[in-house]
C-alpha cells in the first residue's frame, strides 16, 4: 500500500496537529479509536505485527539524514495493510507528543487493537482448553509501567492470554505501550468487566483459577492442588498497594503465595506476575 507525503507542519494551531495533540488524552484515543506511540523500535514492532497503521510522523531533522529517511520510508513502502501518511514536524513540535525526555523522532499513530476478534479466534480453537491453557488475570492495575511489563513477560513466557480488568489503567496509555515494548501488538489480550462473573465461568470450564495474595491457607507457589481433568491454570494479579478483594480471593479456587526472604515484605506487581509467567512457562 506503502505512503503519502504530507507538507511540513511548523504551528501547534495547524489543525492535524491540534487533533493530534488530543491523543495524549484517553478520552480522544476512545472517541477517535486511534493511540499514538513513540519510537523506532514500536514502529518496527508495529509493522512487523500488521498493526492497523494510520499515520507516521516524524520531525525534520529526524527525517532529514538520509539513514533515517531510507529507514521509515522502505518499512512504509513493504507495508501492506493499508496506505499510511507521513506527516513531518518542524521547530521541535514532535517533543509535544511524547513524554520522552530524548524522543528517537518518530512516532506512530494506529487504530486501537480489536482484541476480542484476536481473543476469540484463541478461544474457538478446538485445543483451547486442552489442559495446557496458561492465563494470567490482572485485577485494578494502576501502574501503566508495571502493565505494560506484564504484558511483555506475558508474551514472552507464551502466555495464552492475560485478562485485563475494567479497573486497569488503559492498555494504549504511552507508557504502558513503551512498557510492553511491541508486546502489546502480539499478546492475546481479553478485558473483562466483571471479574468475580469471569472466574466462575473458568472455573465452570474446569480451569485451575488461583489468587496471588498472602493468605493464611495459601500454598508455596507450585504446591498448589493439581488435577489432571484441569483445563488449564489462572493465575489472578492484584493491585500494587491493595493487593486482591477479598471477593475475589474467595471466587478462586486457591491462594497460592511466592516464596521470598522474610526480609522483605511483598514483591512489586509486576515482578511477581513475571515470577509466576515463568513458572507456568517452566511447567510446559
Known amino acids: ?25 484517553k478520552k480522544y484515543r476512545e472517541a477517535e479509536g486511534l493511540f499514538m506511540f513513540d519510537g523506532e523500535k514500536l514502529f518496527s514492532e508495529a509493522c512487523d505485527s500488521g498493526l492497523d497503521l494510520v499515520m507516521v510522523i516524524v520531525d525534520a531533522d529526524y527525517i532529514n539524514r538520509a539513514e533515517k529517511a531510507a529507514f521509515v520510508t522502505e518499512r512504509l513502502k513493504k507495508y501492506t495493510q493499508n496506505e499510511v501518511v507521513l506527516v513531518t514536524l518542524g521547530n521541535s513540535l514532535i517533543g509535544k507528543f511524547t513524554e520522552e525526555k530524548a524522543p528517537q523522532g518518530i512516532i506512530t499513530v494506529a487504530k486501537t487493537i480489536d482484541f476480542s476478534e484476536k481473543y476469540n479466534k484463541i478461544y474457538n480453537n478446538e485445543k483451547f482448553f486442552d489442559g495446557s491453557r496458561k492465563t494470567l ?25 492475560v485478562y485485563v480488568s475494567k479497573g486497569c489503567v488503559d492498555l494504549f496509555g504511552a507508557k504502558v505501550v513503551r512498557g510492553s515494548m511491541g508486546a502489546l501488538f502480539r499478546q492475546p489480550i481479553r478485558p473483562v468487566e466483571d471479574e468475580v462473573a ?64 522474610e526480609k522483605a515484605e511483598s514483591l512489586n506487581a509486576s515482578v511477581a506476575a513475571s515470577v509466576i509467567l515463568w513458572e507456568m512457562y517452566r511447567g510446559r
Do not use: H, W
Open 198 to 261: 469471569f472466574i466462575e465461568e473458568l472455573k465452570m470450564l474446569e480451569v485451575g483459577v488461583y489468587a496471588a495474595a498472602l493468605e493464611r491457607n495459601a500454598k508455596r507457589l507450585g504446591e498448589q492442588s493439581t488435577d489432571d481433568k484441569k483445563t488449564g491454570e489462572c493465575y489472578v494479579i492484584g493491585n500494587e498497594g491493595e493487593g486482591l478483594s477479598r471477593e475475589i480471593i474467595e471466587s478462586c479456587s486457591e491462594t497460592v503465595f511466592i516464596p521470598m526472604s
Open 1 to 25: 500500500m506503502g505512503y503519502t507525503a504530507r507538507e511540513i507542519i511548523v504551528s501547534k494551531s495547524n489543525p492535524l496537529f491540534v487533533k493530534l495533540s488530543k491523543l495524549l488524552q
Open 137 to 161: 488475570m490482572l485485577s485494578n492495575i494502576r501502574d501503566p509501567g508495571n502493565l505494560g511489563t506484564i504484558i511483555r513477560s506475558a508474551a514472552a513466557f507464551e502466555a495464552d492470554a
